[in-house]
C-alpha cells in the first residue's frame, strides 16, 4: 500500500494568496509587479497544494 500525497483546494488558495504578495515585491524590485503576481501565485498554489496545510489531526 502507497501512500499518496495529500492534495486539498485550501492549500490551493492559500498558495495563491501568498504567492501573489511575495510575487508582488519580488516583481517591484525587478521593475514589473504584475508578471510578479501571476508567476508567484503560480508557483504558491502549486507548492501549497501539494504540501497540503491542511488538518493537524487526520486519521
Known amino acids: ?14 498558495g495563491a494568496v501568498l504567492g501573489a504578495v511575495v510575487g508582488y515585491f519580488a516583481g517591484r524590485a525587478l521593475g514589473n509587479p504584475a508578471i510578479g503576481v501571476v508567476l508567484g501565485m503560480l508557483a504558491g498554489s502549486a ?12 486519521p
Open 1 to 14: 500500500m502507497t501512500r499518496r500525497p495529500h492534495r486539498n483546494r485550501r492549500g490551493l488558495f492559500l
Open 47 to 58: 507548492l501549497l497544494y501539494r504540501v497540503n496545510p491542511g488538518p493537524w489531526n487526520r
